[in-house]
């Protein structure tokens, strides 16, 4: 009896510990999630998407071992918009982060706080492009504003500090160095988020000898007269030869500039060029110009017999080069990151997601940058791993978002989605239990009069069509059949052939507007506070 009476006790004693062994292993049953954003990284320069531009084996790995989002899109083809709608779940007229202009009010909800609250230790390191220290993560380390490739400015934890090095490398050293020292009894979700390939192009020194001496496919478009779509295309400032700068973003030096006759596009190219090589070390900044004054010596050589056919294949050339070559470093620390995951036993329960915060113009259509709702710059590149429930080498045609991405998330972490999120949660997609989803995606763009002057617009895609509305100055509709002219070349919204399609189309397009609380009126308040700023 006395035994028995010692054992009754001690089991009393060990329920308690027992309950919390219990809980403790239900919190590591969570997956981790890594959440790696890149910036302007168009999908055709990931080259599991097939387009043969460049090799990006350490990406590539997540399409092989996980899920390849053919026709992932955004909400809105803008650097730090796209960044408030990863985090609130919500579209950019509701998180009030509509251009790049706005403030973005930090009180509001995001995943990473609801997170938190639920047991998640959190950390945002690199790019974020929005004002105010960052709620929601215990640990951050963002860059200011855009950030620069060489020997940036960091705001970790509030403090202002100039770290020597790479950008790309450091973002990976900093993000590899806070897992590393990380509370190992929490489940984990740090937001990974490279400036690269951010405008203006500088690639890591053990990149520019290679990457310098490529020749890039051209796009069939990239002569494109826009004869087929209407003013907003006509009168972007996008064109590579015309308005991309030629000293910031062709790297031409600004004294050569003037020895050649060249004009400034924009008032801060030299600006541009000068700051962002001074910001080198002279170490630096030799071996830099080991590789690219032989490669303006022959530009100044050949530039007054060029005709504006070849200026425009050579600046094409160059950018790409560059861009290309930003990327090589973000695929670097991709493997780092992912053979991290695999040394410390992190593998089969960490989600791995890479992404861009839109897509990008490589030449098509003659262009740089995104902002339109055309293709290039409304599909994202997006690429899932998670081991302990996905099947690898799957490739997805589903109309997700990233207005999708929060929702997802705390679905995977077993966290209550907020009833005001406007996302869903693709979870079932990934897995395969449930193959359903939306018919149609809702995208708007409001930055204009602005840089690159994209007209304001706001509109649908379906599997096969695109309705675009650009209004303010003007009021054009534009209507695409993307199975017949998968490049956008023709607006068939006034032909005959397309009537019926039309009125579905801008039926769908009201219902998502009233499903989404958009209206003609806020594009207005929208509107007048951005022309109210810049009187």
Same mark, same amino acid.
């Given at each position: 009896?006395?035994?028995?009476?010692?054992?009754?006790?001690?089991?009393?004693?060990?329920?308690?510990?027992?309950?919390?062994? +219990?809980?403790?292993?239900?919190?590591?049953?969570?997956?981790?999630? @890594?959440?790696?954003?890149?910036?302007?990284?168009?999908?055709?320069?990931?080259?599991?998407?097939?387009?043969?531009?460049?090799?990006? &084996?350490?990406?590539?790995?997540?399409?092989? $071992?996980?899920?390849?989002?053919?026709?992932?899109?955004?909400?809105?083809?803008?650097?730090?918009?796209?960044?408030?709608?990863?985090?609130?779940?919500?579209?950019?007229?509701?998180?009030?982060?509509?251009?790049?202009?706005?403030?973005?009010?930090?009180?509001?909800?995001?995943?990473?706080?609801? %997170?938190?609250?639920?047991?998640?230790?959190?950390?945002?390191?690199?790019?974020?492009?929005?004002?105010?220290?960052?709620?929601?993560?215990?640990?951050?380390?963002?860059?200011?504003?855009?950030? $620069?490739?060489?020997? &940036?400015?960091?705001?970790?934890?509030?403090?202002?500090?100039?770290?020597?090095?790479?950008?790309?490398?450091?973002?990976?050293?900093?993000? /590899?160095?806070?897992?590393?020292?990380?509370?190992?009894?929490?489940?984990?979700?740090?937001?990974?988020?490279?400036?690269?390939?951010?405008?203006?192009?500088?690639?890591? %020194?053990?990149?520019?000898?290679?990457?310098?001496?490529?020749?890039?496919?051209?796009?069939?478009? /990239?002569?494109?007269?826009?004869?087929?779509?209407?003013?907003?295309?006509?009168?972007?400032?996008?064109?590579?030869?015309?308005?991309?700068?030629?000293?910031?973003?062709?790297?031409?030096?600004?004294?050569?500039?003037?020895?050649?006759?060249?004009?400034?596009?924009?008032?801060?190219?030299?600006?541009?060029?000068?700051?962002?090589?001074?910001?080198?070390?002279?170490?630096?900044?030799?071996?830099?110009?080991?590789?690219?004054?032989?490669?303006?010596?022959?530009?100044?050589?050949?530039? &007054?017999?060029?005709?504006?056919?070849?200026?425009?294949?050579?600046?094409?050339?160059?950018?790409? +080069?560059?861009?290309?070559?930003?990327?090589?470093?973000?695929?670097?620390?991709?493997?780092? #990151?992912?053979?991290?995951?695999?040394?410390?036993? /992190?593998?089969?329960?960490?989600?791995?997601?890479?992404?861009?915060?839109?897509?990008?113009?490589?030449?098509?259509?003659?262009?740089?940058?995104?902002?339109?709702?055309?293709?290039?710059?409304?599909?994202?590149?997006?690429?899932?791993?998670?081991?302990?429930?996905?099947?690898?080498?799957?490739?997805?045609?589903?109309?997700?978002?990233?207005?999708?991405?929060?929702?997802?998330?705390?679905?995977?972490?077993?966290?209550?989605?907020?009833?005001?999120? +406007?996302?869903?949660?693709?979870?079932?997609?990934?897995?395969?239990?449930?193959?359903?989803?939306?018919?149609?995606?809702?995208?708007?763009?409001?930055?204009?009069?602005?840089?690159?002057?994209?007209?304001?617009?706001?509109?649908?895609?379906?599997?096969?069509?695109?309705?675009?509305?650009?209004?303010?100055?003007?009021?054009?509709?534009?209507?695409?059949?993307? +199975?017949?002219? &998968?490049?956008?070349?023709?607006? @068939?919204?006034?032909?005959?052939?397309?009537?019926?399609?039309?009125?579905?189309?801008?039926?769908?397009?009201?219902? /998502?507007?009233?499903?989404?609380?958009?209206?003609?009126?806020?594009?207005?308040?929208? #509107?007048?506070?951005?022309?109210?700023?810049?009187?």
């Amino acid at each position: 009896m006395k035994w028995l009476l010692i054992t009754g006790g001690m089991l009393t004693m060990l329920l308690p510990l027992m309950a919390t062994a +219990q809980a403790d292993a239900g919190i590591k049953k969570r997956p981790n999630i @890594v959440y790696i954003m890149s910036d302007d990284h168009g999908y055709q320069a990931v080259s599991a998407y097939g387009y043969g531009l460049n090799h990006t &084996p350490n990406i590539d790995r997540l399409a092989e $071992e996980g899920v390849l989002f053919t026709r992932a899109t955004v909400t809105n083809s803008l650097c730090a918009p796209s960044r408030a709608v990863l985090l609130t779940g919500k579209h950019s007229f509701i998180n009030g982060k509509v251009d790049n202009e706005a403030r973005f009010n930090w009180n509001q909800d995001n995943f990473a706080k609801q %997170l938190q609250q639920h047991g998640y230790q959190t950390a945002l390191i690199g790019k974020i492009h929005m004002d105010g220290l960052p709620q929601g993560f215990d640990y951050s380390a963002v860059l200011i504003d855009q950030g $620069e490739y060489y020997n &940036p400015n960091f705001i970790i934890n509030g403090k202002k500090q100039q770290v020597p090095g790479y950008v790309t490398d450091l973002t990976t050293d900093m993000t /590899l160095d806070w897992m590393a020292k990380r509370d190992t009894s929490k489940p984990f979700c740090v937001l990974f988020h490279q400036k690269a390939p951010h405008r203006e192009w500088l690639p890591a %020194l053990r990149h520019i000898a290679a990457y310098t001496k490529l020749n890039v496919k051209e796009p069939a478009t /990239l002569f494109d007269d826009y004869k087929g779509r209407g003013t907003a295309a006509r009168t972007a400032e996008m064109n590579i030869l015309k308005d991309m700068n030629w000293a910031g973003d062709s790297k031409v030096p600004p004294a050569m500039m003037d020895e050649l006759g060249l004009k400034q596009t924009l008032t801060w190219d030299k600006a541009a060029y000068n700051n962002n090589l001074g910001r080198m070390t002279p170490e630096e900044r030799r071996a830099w110009d080991t590789v690219y004054n032989p490669i303006m010596a022959d530009f100044k050589k050949r530039y &007054p017999a060029m005709s504006r056919t070849e200026l425009m294949r050579w600046r094409y050339q160059r950018y790409m +080069q560059d861009y290309l070559g930003t990327v090589a470093a973000v695929d670097d620390g991709v493997g780092r #990151l992912l053979d991290f995951l695999k040394t410390n036993g /992190l593998e089969e329960n960490t989600i791995v997601i890479y992404t861009s915060d839109q897509g990008f113009y490589l030449g098509e259509h003659g262009w740089f940058d995104k902002r339109f709702m055309y293709e290039e710059s409304l599909r994202t590149p997006l690429l899932i791993r998670y081991p302990a429930e996905i099947a690898g080498g799957k490739r997805s045609g589903a109309l997700v978002q990233n207005l999708d991405f929060a929702p997802t998330l705390l679905d995977y972490a077993g966290v209550p989605v907020p009833e005001d999120m +406007q996302g869903r949660s693709f979870r079932k997609l990934l897995n395969g239990t449930d193959t359903s989803w939306r018919d149609a995606v809702y995208y708007t763009y409001y930055e204009y009069p602005s840089i690159h002057m994209v007209k304001r617009h706001y509109g649908v895609r379906t599997d096969r069509y695109k309705l675009i509305h650009f209004y303010y100055d003007v009021d054009e509709w534009e209507l695409y059949d993307l +199975q017949k002219d &998968p490049h956008e070349m023709k607006n @068939v919204y006034n032909d005959p052939a397309y009537i019926s399609v039309r009125k579905t189309l801008h039926k769908k397009l009201e219902q /998502l507007r009233k499903q989404y609380g958009d209206s003609d009126q806020q594009d207005q308040s929208f #509107l007048k506070q951005a022309l109210k700023k810049s009187s």
